[in-house]
Nanobody, 122 residues
Framework: VQLQAFGGGLVQVGGSLRLSCAAS????????MAWFRQVPDKDREFVAA????????TYADSVKGRFAISRDNAKNTMDLQMNSLKPEDTAVYFC????????????????WGQGTQVTVSS
């Protein structure tokens, strides 16, 4: 599956952004989907994940209550609604997919989008 993330940008503290990830192929519903983020010189960090059907979601503690992950298997898309943004949310955000398990660990994900920059200014 090929992934493309978009929707990043510059936003002020407390603002909102919605990221989207578009997937190619006809088996999107076979994949667990997730968002990770990365800042320079740091490891890629888990943000949120969603199960094949969308019934199960998992969030990093740092974004719980502020971010919401969702998917539309009919449209082959996954979204991340980000509210109450903080400067520490500034990063490049990546969407990822794997066919095996809902995981917070990057190495379990086989497919990655190219990343989209989110910058939160204070």
């Amino acid at each position: 599956v090929q992934l493309q993330a978009f929707g990043g940008g510059l936003v002020q503290v407390g603002g909102s952004l919605r990221l989207s990830c578009a997937a190619s192929g006809r088996t999107f519903s076979s994949y667990v989907m997730a968002w990770f983020r990365q800042v320079p010189d740091k490891d890629r960090e888990f943000v949120a994940a969603i199960s094949w059907t969308g019934r199960t979601t998992t969030y990093a503690d740092s974004v719980k209550g502020r971010f919401a992950i969702s998917r539309d298997n009919a449209k082959n898309t996954m979204d991340l609604q980000m509210n109450s943004l903080k400067p520490e949310d500034t990063a490049v955000y990546f969407c990822a997919a794997n066919s095996r398990t809902v995981s917070v660990t990057p190495r379990f994900y086989d497919y990655w989008g190219q990343g989209t920059q989110v910058t939160v200014s204070s």
